[in-house]
């Protein structure tokens, strides 16, 4: 009998990871798709590819959790509808047992490098809903005497705990009717390498073994895509710049190959765990090119732009140039498929591999460094949730008005009768001082319309953590809307980020969320700017948000790679 990932394995069966797990509750959804993937693996080496690293792990499991709850007497604090901040508070007052804190002394009496601490809950597991982003994750760099060192590692477990109850999670738990949670905690070895005061992978990545968000039809669904970034993948999986690769043609780029659009999508800002302050950093190469120095392929996935010329050039000669205006440096990753093809083999073995042992599309993490071609297998578990594309015909639109319409990362539905659209204007949301208010008018907005599914429309990226290129909403303040359309206004320099792999897209796929990017600077591209100028609609309590009222229908073709909203 081959293995199966829905067999549901607890520590007991888990070999040799029996004697890294504290407690003898469950070890949770990441946990047990590492311990899948190692046994996995273990029986089907590599072919033509890197030898695959599981970093070391330790694993609390849920009893852990139970017992810190009860002990605590904190569940008043859990049901009692106190706020997150009050709650988070509690746990970190609270205390680990004894005897725990003595098997977590003895084990950092062993393990002197950085620690990851991730959650791994049981709703974690689930391959029909996505927890992508809602629990928490820790670094610390494990340094000091042990007893600094046993109290950031308990104070980052307590935090992790609390984190099931972080208003996102909640709001996706109730959205979904799912009970039952329970969090354990995976303790790992941080996956990087000492340079200069900072630890940190040279490149992290996510992967999905399946792309359903294709930028254009020459790209194949079942060949997957990875998203890569330099640094801590901490970036992979945030709404930020990265270099989205499909395994069907790692030369095609989302973006296009006019050096400006590819100059403008990708990474500038890295992230690092700092060994002097123990926190995440995050720096942009340009303000410190002396990094480069610590990698010895810099140029293999850094180049630089020259906007003067609009041109992408390659790093010259053996000193690195300083960034000057007009000029500066991007991590384009150009190099990389030719410099490094075994990256690329060994992502699509395991892609076929834990696809035919998980039986169902996969999602992974990792990390890789060029010196020595070491893959670090971060994380591995079944993609939460799919769609077989069916084609999806635009009707007739005679007597309709087309408000958008866009050909590039669109997914694949139709909605028809929806009765209500939400705009953010870009010229008034640009002079918006605070622009964290109107992402709360759009939260007041979406809980107004509940249950009611609407459209929702605005500049940038939608989720972003910089209010600079997009709306900065949370989950909770956008659940019921039907359709994303993300508006690429050029003037103002708002651009989508044509991504697949953040959380942000997760929770989208999970929910049914059809999503469209519209370009006002592409021919093929409609922003009907009239319509939305002329069209009467609803004032709100925010001068950038409009809702109007109407009868409105969206075709969305993810084989074409087209879509459409019409009014009418």
Known sequence: MPKSWFLGFEPAQVGSCVKATFGSGKIGGKAKGLVFAREILEDVPPR???????????????????????????????????PYDGVERAFLGGHLSDSLLRDLRALLETVD?????????????SVRYSFAGKYLTEFIPNSGDIDQRLYALEASIKRVFASTFNPSASQYRKRHGLHGEMMAVIIQSLQGR?????????????????????????????DGVVRLVFGMGTRCTGRGYARNLSLSNLKLRPEGQN???????????????????????????????????????????????????????DIPGLDLPRPRPNYRFVFTFHRLPHFQPALFSTVRFLFETLEKKMGTPVDIKF?????????????????????????????????????????????????????????VDHDAYRTTMDRYAVSREIGRLNAELFPQ????VGPGRWGSSDPSRGVPVQYAEISGAALLVEMGISHHGFTPELSYGT???????????????????????????????KHPHDATRHKAVRLYRGDFSAY??????????VEG
């Open 48 to 82: 033509a590819g890197l030898p695959v690293i599981i970093p070391e792990s330790w694993y609390l499991s849920t009893e852990v959790y139970q017992d810190f709850i009860e002990a605590n007497r904190l569940l008043p604090f859990v049901e009692g509808g106190v």
């Open 259 to 313: 050096p400006q659009e590819i100059a403008k999508y990708s990474q500038e800002t890295f992230d690092i765990l700092s060994l002097a302050s123990g926190q995440l950093e995050s720096y942009n190469i340009n303000s410190a090119p002396e990094v480069a120095g610590y990698h010895g392929a810099f140029r293999a996935f850094a180049q630089i732009y020259n906007a003067a010329e609009n041109a992408l050039q």
């Open 194 to 222: 000492r340079r200069w005061n900072a630890f940190y992978p040279e490149i992290s990545g996510v992967g999905f073994s399946r792309n359903y968000r294709r930028w254009t039809p020459r790209v194949r669904v079942e």
């Open 503 to 533: 959380h942000f897209f997760a929770d989208l796929e999970l929910d049914g969320t059809l999503y469209m990017p519209v370009f006002d600077n592409r021919p093929s591209n409609v922003f009907n700017v009239d319509w939305f100028q």
């Open 453 to 456: 599914k609407y459209i929702l």
């Open 367 to 423: 990390t890789f460094e060029t010196d020595d071609g070491s893959f670090s297998l971060v994380q591995a578990r079944p993609l939460s949730s799919y769609e077989e594309y069916r084609r999806v015909q635009t009707p007739d639109i005679t007597g309709k008005t087309l408000i958008l319409r866009g050909d590039t990362m669109v997914t694949n539905g139709v909605l028809e009768g929806i009765r209500n659209l939400v705009y």
């Open 556 to 565: 969305l073709d993810g084989q074409d790679v087209t879509g459409s909203v």
């Open 113 to 125: 490098y950085p620690l990851a601490i991730r959650s791994s809950s049981l709703l974690e597991d």
